[in-house]
């Protein structure tokens, strides 16, 4: 049973550029939730998807958008990256009706210069 | 405004020992609460959670207690082993009506050693 997947793994972008990430949830699963992690903090709410619409939103301007498809997989994309968007990228899958344990992929370590 | 909050940025146990690691929140309107591991390049791990209709939830060596009056909640390791060492972050969510479950509130992270 595979987990939560994401690609790719490290990215390099310039202030300015736009980045696509992606995420396929653990099996099974049908909501998709993006985090944003700077180093020696918590993982920030980025925004939750569920049935290809985005459901909840945290406080992130605009330049942060996101997909779900019918195969409940995801993007984040974030548009004229600034060097504050250095971070790693988490995505996490759940079951919408099985209680509130999110289930983390790896995550994309994104640098922007 | 940090609604979840672990006052201790590190935490130096020996094996074989209880690890307790705390962690306090403000906002009542949170329902759920979990703990997560995480190693060094890799993304959280779950370890346990609890309804705050409970007030402890045991699974292996791992417990975590909840005082909902004092909105505290704890997680106990007990014995602590070198492969516990890890960044251990707690969660709290809130339902956002059903089943349905939204976004995880993260304290800071505690760092546990467990010296062998």
């Known amino acids: 049973d595979a987990g939560v997947t994401q690609s790719p793994t490290h990215l390099i972008k310039t202030r300015g550029q736009q980045v696509t990430l992606r995420c396929s949830p653990k099996?099974?699963?049908?909501?998709v939730s993006w985090y944003q992690q700077a180093l020696g903090q918590g993982p920030q709410f980025i925004f939750q998807?569920?049935?290809?619409?985005?459901?909840q939103r945290g406080n992130f301007p605009d330049r942060f958008s996101g997909h779900q498809f019918p195969n409940y997989s995801s993007e984040l994309n974030v548009n004229a990256l600034l060097l504050g968007d250095s971070a790693l990228y988490l995505c996490?899958?759940?079951?919408?009706?099985?209680?509130?344990?999110?289930?983390f992929g790896p995550g994309t370590r994104l640098t922007v210069t | 405004d940090q609604q979840v909050k672990q006052n201790s940025p590190s935490l130096s146990v020996q094996e074989g020992r209880i690890s307790i690691l705390n962690c306090d929140y403000t906002n009542s309107m949170f329902d759920y609460f979990l703990w997560y591991k995480k190693y060094p390049a890799e993304g959280p791990t779950f370890l346990i959670s609890?309804?705050?209709?409970?007030d402890k939830n045991e699974d292996g060596r791992f417990t975590v207690f909840l005082n909902k009056s004092a909105k505290h909640l704890s997680l106990h390791i007990v014995p602590s082993q070198p492969g516990d060492s890890a960044v251990y972050f707690c969660?709290?969510?809130?339902?956002?009506?059903?089943?349905?479950?939204?976004?995880?509130?993260f304290g800071q992270g505690t760092i546990l050693t467990v010296h062998p």
């Open positions: 996490a899958s759940s079951f919408s009706n099985r209680g509130g344990e999110q289930y």
């Open positions: 609890i309804s705050s209709i409970k």
């Open positions: 998807y569920y049935e290809e619409e985005e459901r």
């Open positions: 099996s099974g699963h049908d909501t």
């Open positions: 969660a709290a969510t809130e339902n956002a009506g059903g089943t349905s479950y939204g976004k995880l509130t």
